[in-house]
């Protein structure tokens, strides 16, 4: 059974950092693209970032550009989401997902195959 647990999400001051972490559980994703996406109160999915197979290739939207950097660390199964300069509009559920197989699939949220339950991060003003 594959599993993505998601944590290191919390309550943190605008200006602040956290880092998020998602385990990997059942197969491994060292072939595939992983990727974070997030949920605001009352929004659908929004594409964060996502990372190629070998992290080489990393892509992010805009809003987050120069403030969050993904990462992973295939021996662990793990990819990380380290967010800097956390802004009130970062408030929302994140969620890891895992299994993309190429680029533009990457930036889909039904690009993906497996998802985790997600964690939620509060940035208040």
């Known amino acids: 059974q594959v599993q993505l647990v998601e944590s290191g999400g919390g309550l943190v001051q605008a200006g602040g950092s956290l880092r998020l972490s998602c385990a990997a559980s059942?197969?491994?994703?060292?072939?595939?693209?992983m990727g974070w996406f997030r949920q605001a109160p009352g929004k659908g999915h929004e594409f964060v970032a996502t990372?190629?197979?070998?992290?080489?290739?990393?892509y992010y939207t805009d809003s987050v550009k120069g403030r969050f950097t993904i990462s992973r660390d295939n021996a662990k199964n793990t990819v990380y989401l380290q967010m800097n300069s956390l802004k009130p509009e970062d408030t929302a559920v994140y969620r890891c997902?895992?299994?993309?197989?190429?680029?533009?699939?990457?930036?889909?949220?039904?690009?993906?195959?497996?998802w985790g339950q997600g964690t939620e991060v509060t940035v208040s003003s």
């Open positions: 990372i190629s197979r070998t992290g080489g290739r990393t």
């Open positions: 059942g197969r491994t994703f060292s072939g595939y693209f």
């Open positions: 997902s895992a299994g993309a197989d190429t680029e533009y699939n990457s930036r889909r949220f039904a690009g993906y195959a497996y």
